[in-house]
């Protein structure tokens, strides 16, 4: 089975905290994306990448930015956490984008407090 | 405007007993449609994967619809058990694009 994993369950962190959260998948997929999930407006994406050291801005990157050094690690950065940016994030990975189907991880419970 | 709208926002139904779910979307064109499955604290599973040809697949208890004419999909659950307590999740993945619209999600409960 393919596994992607994100580093953390829960996290709360402080206003103006930098913070990392990790995502690893372990099937050679090429493509990983981060999402934010919010009551009510769905799944968001934030950032997605297509290969290593590329990226690409989804639909909200505003106060985000990411980090793919290696093919099995996409990572998401809150450079200044705030207030708003308190949400469950999902990490993504596929291997050929619209015809197999994603695999998300767990989510990681973001609170900034 | 979200370009995948779903309803209901939540329903409470009996276990063994069945329900639909219903999913409007915009989106066009589009390659697949496809439904998820998210238990609470924990990322969306996939339950079935339809193309735009396709007018219905199965996946056990549950079976997707897809009416390409008027943009509708439906997830039919037959008896319901209370292990599908869950969100249940539209998804439309845009054509030839990279890109996929998130429906808000149906909160389903099943009481005993």
């Known amino acids: 089975d393919v596994k992607v994993t994100q580093s953390s369950r829960y996290l709360v962190k402080r206003t103006g905290e930098k913070v990392f959260l990790e995502c690893v998948q372990d099937?050679?997929?090429?493509?990983m994306f981060w999402y934010r999930q919010d009551p009510g407006l769905g799944l968001r994406l934030i950032y997605f990448s297509y290969d290593v050291k590329m990226k690409e801005k989804g639909d909200i990157p505003e106060g985000y930015s990411v980090s793919r050094e290696k093919k099995e690690r996409f990572s998401l950065i809150l450079e200044s956490a705030s207030t708003n940016q308190t949400s469950m994030y999902l990490c993504a990975s596929s291997f050929v984008t619209g015809v197999v189907g994603y695999t998300f991880g767990s989510g990681t419970r973001l609170t900034v407090v | 405007k979200n370009q995948v709208e779903q309803s209901p926002q939540s329903l409470i139904i009996l276990e063994g007993k069945n329900c639909t779910l219903q999913c409007n979307y915009t989106v066009s064109p589009f390659s697949n449609l496809r439904w998820y499955k998210q238990d609470t604290g924990r990322g969306p599973v996939s339950l079935t994967i339809m193309t735009f040809s396709e007018n219905t697949k199965s996946n056990g208890r549950y079976t997707a619809t897809l009416d390409a004419d008027t943009k509708q999909s439906s997830l039919h659950i037959t008896a319901s058990q209370l292990s599908d307590s869950a969100s249940y999740i539209c998804v439309v993945d845009l054509y030839n694009n990279n890109d996929m619209r998130f429906g808000a999600g149906t909160r389903l409960t099943v009481k005993p």
């Open positions: 099937m050679d997929h090429e493509n």
